[in-house]
């Protein structure tokens, strides 16, 4: 079946500090990848997404690209603040695994705490 | 906000017991995905309902079951609690349940089973 695999947490990083966290698929088919976010006490929220081999998501200054030759979607952020801390999840969907074009498949979440 | 509302926030219960989650999609949004969330399994992805339909099954135990009704809000049913059972719940919805769409999570209910 579809799975991913994200690099273990937690990350701890100053203040305009470069961050990459890895983040790794198996799927059968064609996936749509994602990163969600999660602050302390609430639900997730879209971060970024791309949907097919060589797109490239971005949004508040994140990245990631849709590499299909190392089935890989690494999320890059250029200098973190203190407000991006939180847990971030990496998801596919759509990998074509047995009825699993629908569901969201996620990642353990890696926890990303900046320090001013 | 994310326009997705589940009741109750927190739920403690005992063993041996049976509690319903229940979860508002947001406006328009015809799918909903129930999801559990636990220290050592992660995000796990329970079912998911389009219009009243169920569409997907995950790793969803016989003791749990859910439904969409006719106004598109779902519950989630789980009896026969075990301690086990104990983990954060998260509904999420999109428009229309496709695999490359936006789902919108709602704030989770936390299940303690003592």
């Known amino acids: 079946g579809d799975s991913v695999t994200q690099m273990e947490g937690p990350v701890t990083l100053s203040e305009e500090a470069f961050l990459t966290i890895n983040c790794t698929y198996t799927?059968?088919?064609?996936?749509?990848l994602f990163w969600y976010v999660q602050y302390p006490g609430e639900g997730l929220q879209l971060l970024l997404k791309?949907?097919?081999?060589?797109d490239k998501g971005s949004n508040k200054g994140f990245e990631a690209t849709y590499r299909k030759e190392t089935t890989s979607f690494h999320l890059e952020k250029g200098s973190v603040q203190v407000s991006d801390s939180a847990v971030y999840f990496c998801a596919l969907s759509g990998g074509g695994g047995g009825g699993s074009n629908y569901k969201l498949t996620f990642g353990k979440g890696t926890l990303l705490t900046v320090n001013p | 906000d994310s326009g997705v509302t589940q009741t109750p926030k927190h739920l403690i219960t005992a063993t041996g017991q049976r509690v319903t989650l229940r979860c508002s999609p947001r406006s328009g949004d015809l799918s909903v995905y129930w999801y559990q969330q636990s220290l050592d399994q992660g995000l796990q992805f329970l079912i998911q309902y389009y219009n009243g339909e169920e569409r997907a099954k995950g790793n969803i135990l016989e003791r749990f079951s859910a439904q969409q009704f006719p106004d598109l809000h779902s519950e989630l049913n789980l009896s026969s609690l075990e301690l086990g059972d104990s983990a954060l719940y998260f509904c999420a919805s999109s428009v229309e349940g496709f695999s490359n769409e936006k789902l919108f999570f709602g704030s989770g209910t936390q299940l303690s089973v003592l």
């Open positions: 799927a059968t088919g064609y996936p749509s």
């Open positions: 791309a949907t097919k081999a060589d």
